[in-house]
């Protein structure tokens, strides 16, 4: 009898253990069969900032519901920084990936290389293609398919704080050479540093990269250009306004040092882009937004380079609601959507109707970014684009905490790269 | 009078969250199996689900990591299931290859480097420290259960909360640290942005995180060696360091010699501490063999499984050679753990 119990015992702990295995994945059924009518869960997972973007975006997100009523919008904030990764590990295992994700550019491709993107082509999300900007479909299209639709298209200039340069008497500086002497003027007027550089992330690099005339590599040539003279370059460029004292860098929680610097006005400049100006006017110094100038970034030897970015809405091939999930990334990148998000954010539509209304073009953050998108350097819409970086910033960062001289860190950042590309020069 | 140093809630709470735990190699005697499963098959059949399920949780990661790194599979070639899709996996056996990139090339080793000074020092300060505080309450001075509660807290603390307060600590423009030092004129330390001072600084941090458990386990040792010996010897004329020198640490041996391998293996492998101070930064600086085994597998794109699987084997060896050489070591001098 004894035995009995114990056996039923150990049956009924493993029941319930298994069960409590197999719960986790609440899948949630439905979609659109038959009527027409769309219904289920859209789970969308927003890489925007937290206390500032997110909130726009959270409701116009749930607004979605009023044109579908039976379709119920699941709204879920991910870090930026950590979203590429949690999606490959949900997306390779098959079960907790989102339905629909808001991807950087260069993850675009490398989730389609991958196979974790639905193709897009003749589905409801491509709704009038010709309206969007060229530049911004770029890194939405792999292998002769459309993997995503364009978001929100970006790219980097300086916010300069007005005040500081009045009190200093400089003017905004045009190129390197009058960004250090701006710097050396404002420290010795105000005591304050010039410009804040992010030191642990190479996307903070590429403005002074494409500065130089130099570029991580070049796709239609399949050679890699970070380790060639320009490449050299941009790295003594930076190296030098670090150890000049013209800018202050930091090798850890670099954007929140940025933000929290420039927000208390301790430094003068930073270099950033539309995404950080929400955030930016919430800063004691901008409370008074007309404090915040924005310019674009200082020109190196060879000319005034910015890199392109934005980020795409891409449908997981995985998604129980596909065609919900359409609908959504249809409607989150609409003219309406769009011009809702650029009036509150200042973020760039990516459609070039939405230029044309009085609310996006009465905007001076919008105003001035247009320009410089425009001239933007576009990045290479390879599957291994989003590769280039890990690489680049440890040498980045070596480089300028002394660990390793410009030329060493460019030499090395162009191995890593041969060994990523197979076959490129 | 044995000291309880019960290794898992101790992992716990010091912040490493890896499960650990490898057999030590029960060798089975044939004659002895049959007998004892007929006298103790009812143990036999209690034992068998935890058997089972250290098999499935341990034993299949452990033999697939060792298949992988034989393989060149990375993110785009292994099997995957997307949605309704299933991609099969097209990676091959290359054999040794793996091994041989890793012990050629000069980023395993120089990263092996800087993970033995992080072990050695991080153990070494973090026993010293530990002996010296056991000792001080060991004694009985005014509010001594204070400064115990007190000496612990490192450890109640779960460990990313203290990282993570550490990190503002280090932050160099608004951390404490810097402001409490411009109080006394100096100027502000690069705590996380200098590699010399960021090896510093996880130092330090892995070193407040393990001296609460070597002093609780020091302390439960010295309160197990008798106290008629330290009498005898002071009648002796024995001073406080011989007293120290010949009671107190040959005492303490099989406490002592069994927390320093324990922790040797967790600081070589405290991916916690280094990874959300500063993620191996700046640069590679402060990068140990698991943290980087990480990066390979979970940071860089396309994933590259079968180097991090290489790395993670070559962690386990080295950890279990050690471990044989310390135990050889131990059993000449007489120690048996």
């Known amino acids: 009898m004894r035995r009995g119990i114990a056996a039923t015992a150990l049956v009924a702990a493993l029941g319930v253990s298994l069960a409590a295995c197999g719960s986790g994945d609440g899948s949630t059924g439905g979609g659109s069969k038959g009527s027409g009518e769309l219904s289920g869960t859209v789970t969308w997972w927003d890489t925007s900032t937290v206390g500032s973007e997110d909130k726009v975006f959270k409701k116009l997100a749930e607004d979605f519901t009023k044109k579908h009523p039976k379709v119920t919008v699941k709204y879920v904030n991910v870090p930026f920084g950590d979203a590429q990764n949690k999606f490959k590990n949900a997306a390779q295992s098959g079960s907790g990936a989102p339905d629909v994700i808001r991807s950087e550019v260069a993850w675009t491709p490398d989730f389609a290389n991958l196979g974790y993107l639905a193709p897009l082509d003749g589905t409801a999300a491509l709704k009038d293609q010709d309206d969007f900007l060229k530049q911004a479909a770029a890194s939405t299209k792999y292998d002769g398919k459309t993997y995503a639709v364009p978001q929100v298209i970006d790219s980097m200039g300086v916010f300069y704080n007005k005040k500081i340069f009045k009190e200093a008497g400089v003017e905004v500086p045009k190129t390197i050479d009058e960004l250090k002497s701006v710097s050396a003027k404002i420290k010795q007027k105000t005591g304050k540093t010039g410009l804040y550089l992010r030191g642990d992330d190479a996307y903070w690099f590429l403005s002074f990269l494409y500065g130089e005339g130099g570029d991580m590599v070049n796709a239609e040539t399949k050679t890699v250009s970070i380790d060639n003279p320009a490449g050299v370059k941009a790295f003594k460029t930076v190296k030098d306004l670090v150890d000049s004292g013209a800018a202050k860098t930091d090798a850890t929680d670099g954007w929140n040092n940025m933000q929290t610097a420039f927000k208390d006005g301790k430094v003068a400049m930073m270099i950033n882009g539309p995404w950080a100006v929400a955030d930016t006017y919430a800063g004691k110094e901008f409370a008074d937004k007309a404090n915040l100038g924005i310019a674009p970034v200082p020109a190196g030897s060879a000319g005034q380079g910015a890199p392109q970015g934005g980020h795409n809405l891409a449908v997981y091939a995985g998604s129980k609601n596909l065609d919900a999930s359409y609908a959504f990334v249809e409607y989150m990148s609409s003219p309406e959507v769009q011009t809702q998000v650029a009036k509150e954010l200042s973020l760039l539509p990516t459609r070039s109707s939405v230029y044309g209304k009085s609310d996006v073009a009465m905007n001076e953050m919008i105003t001035f970014f247009k320009p410089v998108v425009d001239k933007a350097v576009e990045r290479p819409w390879i599957p291994e684009g989003g590769s280039l970086f890990a690489p680049l910033v440890t040498e980045y960062t070596k480089v300028l905490t002394n660990q390793t001289t410009p030329e060493q860190g460019a030499k090395t950042a162009g191995e890593s790269y041969r060994k990523l590309l197979k076959d490129w020069k | ?337």
């Not at chain 2, 020091?218 to 020198?245: C, K, N, T, W």
């Not at chain 2, 041996?253 to 930064?281: D, K």
Request: hydrophobic share 50%.
């Open chain 2, 1 to 337: 009078m044995a000291v309880d140093t019960s290794s898992q809630s101790v992992a716990k709470a010091a912040g490493e969250d890896v499960a650990r735990g490898r057999s030590r190699g029960t060798g089975n005697r044939q004659g002895a199996v049959k007998r004892s499963l007929s006298t103790h098959w009812y143990a036999w059949a209690m034992v068998a689900p935890v058997v089972i399920v250290i098999g499935v949780i341990i034993g299949y990661p452990l033999v697939r990591g060792i298949w992988l790194s034989l393989t060149d599979a990375n993110e785009r070639n292994v099997e995957r299931s997307i949605g309704v899709n299933h991609i099969p996996a097209t990676y091959e056996f290359v054999g040794v290859d793996n091994y041989v990139d890793a012990l050629t090339g000069n980023q395993f080793l120089s990263t092996l480097g800087w993970t033995l000074v992080w072990t050695v020092s991080c153990v070494s300060v973090t026993f010293a420290l530990g002996l010296g505080l056991a000792n001080l309450l060991n004694r009985r001075i005014a509010g001594r259960s204070v400064y115990r509660m007190l000496l612990i807290l490192p450890w109640a603390v779960p460990g990313f909360v203290s990282v993570f307060a550490w990190r503002f600590l280090y932050n160099e423009d608004n951390g404490l640290l810097n402001k409490i030092l411009a109080g006394g004129g100096i100027d502000a330390v690069p705590w996380l942005n200098d590699p010399t001072w960021a090896k510093f600084s996880v130092i330090a941090v892995n070193v407040w995180l393990g001296v609460p458990f070597m002093m609780v386990a020091l302390l439960g040792g010295l309160q197990s060696i008798p106290g008629e010996l330290y009498e005898a010897a002071e009648m002796d004329g024995a001073g406080a360091l011989q007293r120290f020198r010949h009671i107190t640490l040959p005492g303490l041996r099989s406490v002592s010699t069994t927390v320093i391998l324990l922790s040797t293996i967790w600081t070589f492998n405290m991916f916690p501490v280094i990874f959300l101070l500063t993620r191996g930064g700046p640069g590679e600086a402060t990068q140990i063999l698991v943290t980087q085994a990480y990066k390979f597998s979970f940071e860089i794109s396309p994933r590259d499984y079968a180097q991090s699987s290489t790395w993670g084997v070559l962690i386990l060896i080295l950890l279990m050679v050690f471990a044989a050489v310390y135990r050889r070591v131990l059993r000449k001098q007489g120690e048996v753990w």
